[in-house]
């Protein structure tokens, strides 16, 4: 059983900066692909950001790409979603999950976080 607590959301401006973290408990966190999805009000979960185990791996949504950058310390069992350039459309709950590779970009996950919000202001 895998726990994943996500912090770091806030209130940046419009070409600001912010930096979540997810830090996961419990089980083989290092072993497990996790990533970062996000969702908007009134729309559906949307898929931001994936890493693979030991972070050989990246991929992210088109509308994050050049801008959020998704990395792992495995040391500290924390992932971490920077991102730049934010934009008013970013707003979002954003959620870590964690789980198999091969199903975590279409929202395939085994654990999700609580989520943290990220509102960003024009």
């Known amino acids: 059983q895998v726990q994943l607590v996500e912090s770091g959301g806030g209130l940046p401006q419009a070409g600001g900066s912010l930096r979540l973290s997810c830090a996961a408990s419990?089980?083989?966190?290092?072993?497990?692909?996790m990533g970062w999805f996000r969702q908007a009000p009134g729309k559906e979960r949307d898929f931001v950001a994936a890493?693979?185990?030991?972070?050989?791996?990246?991929y992210y949504a088109e509308s994050v790409k050049g801008r959020f950058t998704i990395s792992r310390d495995d040391a500290k069992n924390t992932i971490y979603l920077q991102m730049n350039s934010l934009k008013p459309e970013d707003t979002a709950v954003y959620y870590c999950a964690a789980g198999p590779w091969v199903g975590l970009t279409r929202g395939d996950v085994d654990y999700w976080g609580q989520g943290t919000q990220v509102t960003v202001s024009s």
């Open positions: 419990g089980g083989t966190a290092e072993n497990t692909s």
């Open positions: 890493i693979s185990a030991r972070g050989s791996l990246t």
